[in-house]
């Protein structure tokens, strides 16, 4: 069985792969522990953190928040603000704290990200990203991405994103992670803005066309090897979001297609929980309630026989006073069952 520290263990060397698959920042789900475990289910992937408000860090506790086990590389820090003053200076700590990469976010319309001004309302002034962009690359010297819609509101079309591209590249930004959406501030919720504005590939296609000399990565409805490779025949990466969360198996298939030679064993699902236990302990001594770490493994055997009955057991039993790493062999012991009733895919 592989250990945890060789399945860690980057093979990435080349800077134009570096952001080939990257695994999206997800609100309340991509924390560190999140993180940790789709480091080994995918050891090439580009992680990101949850959205960090640059208030959280300049007023609260930065430890806390900036906080990464050195597994997880490479891995990205997303800020979520205006002001290029504090944004320069949350990069700084970014740095600081070893993040490979500082991402603005100008995507997420949530009620509570407009109110402070940042998120996807950031695209209907693309000279404040500019600003702000230009900010944050002379605090830091790790590169300044930023991760943005095809639209948001009204604003919308080929033209008006060719316009915020350029205008933000010109600002020293490289690289672009493209949700192929636009986003609606007002009348749609964010689960709605995930879902119901239609993907637009062809125009996040369009743009590496027109700009070679950037590196576009594509987001936005992702679910499988094929599509990856599709995708790839078009633009520099692409970024997983739900799938990976909700079918973290996924990433593993990804990235033996995306990363691995022919001959390279697909690491199975046993192995991948065996290689997240040396984990897990450390963090149960260090006082982590099960529960919060394991809650992010849930859909690791989806659609497998026994995969429900592992779900459950977890369900039921990790967040109980006291519970440790015997409740994975239980949640395992379910799936050597061979429970034949899969999980529904």
């Known amino acids: 069985m592989p250990r945890f520290s060789t399945l860690l263990k980057m093979t990435q060397t080349d800077t134009a792969a570096a952001w080939r698959l990257c695994?999206?920042?997800?609100?309340?789900?991509?924390?560190?522990?999140?993180?940790?475990?789709?480091?080994?289910?995918?050891?090439?992937?580009?992680?990101?953190?949850?959205?960090?408000?640059?208030?959280?860090?300049?007023?609260?506790d930065v430890h806390?928040?900036?906080?990464?086990?050195?597994?997880?590389?490479?891995?990205?820090?997303?800020?979520?603000?205006?002001?290029?003053?504090?944004?320069?200076?949350c990069a700084e700590l970014g740095e600081q704290y070893g993040y490979d990469e500082i991402n603005l976010n100008c995507g997420c319309p949530s009620d509570r990200v407009q109110t402070g001004c940042f998120g996807a309302v950031l695209m209907k002034d693309a000279s404040l990203v500019a600003g702000a962009v230009t900010a944050m690359r002379r605090a830091t010297r790790r590169p300044v991405t930023v991760k943005h819609r095809l639209g948001v509101d009204d604003l919308e079309g080929y033209d008006f994103i060719r316009g915020f591209v350029e205008t933000v590249a010109a600002a020293g930004c490289e690289t672009f992670?493209?949700?192929?959406?636009?986003?609606?501030?007002?009348?749609?919720?964010?689960?709605?803005?995930?879902?119901?504005?239609?993907?637009?590939?062809?125009?996040?296609?369009?743009?590496?066309?027109?700009?070679?000399?950037?590196?576009?990565?594509?987001?936005?409805?992702?679910?499988?090897?094929?599509?990856?490779?599709?995708?790839?025949?078009?633009?520099?990466?692409?970024?997983?979001?739900?799938?990976?969360?909700?079918?973290?198996?996924?990433?593993?298939?990804?990235?033996?297609a995306l990363f691995t030679e022919d001959d390279e064993p697909l690491l199975d699902r046993a192995a991948i929980l065996d290689a997240y236990r040396d984990f897990v302990r450390a963090e149960l001594a260090a006082g982590t309630p099960l529960a919060r770490i394991t809650r992010h493994i849930l859909g690791l055997f989806r659609g497998q026989p026994g995969g429900r009955g592992f779900r459950r057991v977890l369900s039921e039993k990790a967040h109980r006073a006291g519970a440790g790493i015997e409740v994975l062999d239980q949640a395992l012991a379910e799936v050597e069952r061979d429970d034949p009733w899969p999980e529904a895919a």
């Open 23 to 60: 695994v999206a920042p997800m609100m309340d789900w991509t924390d560190r522990f999140c993180r940790s475990f789709h480091r080994i289910c995918a050891p090439d992937a580009r992680l990101y953190t949850e959205m960090v408000t640059t208030g959280a860090l300049i007023h609260g």
């Open 64 to 89: 806390r928040h900036l906080r990464l086990d050195a597994a997880e590389h490479p891995v990205t820090l997303q800020l979520g603000g205006s002001d290029p003053g504090a944004l320069a200076r």
């Open 177 to 256: 992670i493209v949700h192929a959406r636009k986003a609606w501030l007002s009348g749609l919720s964010p689960k709605e803005n995930r879902e119901v504005p239609p993907l637009n590939y062809p125009q996040v296609y369009r743009l590496k066309q027109d700009y070679p000399q950037l590196r576009i990565v594509i987001n936005g409805g992702i679910t499988g090897v094929e599509a990856c490779r599709e995708h790839l025949r078009h633009v520099d990466g692409v970024m997983i979001g739900r799938e990976a969360y909700d079918n973290p198996y996924s990433l593993a298939e990804m990235q033996a």
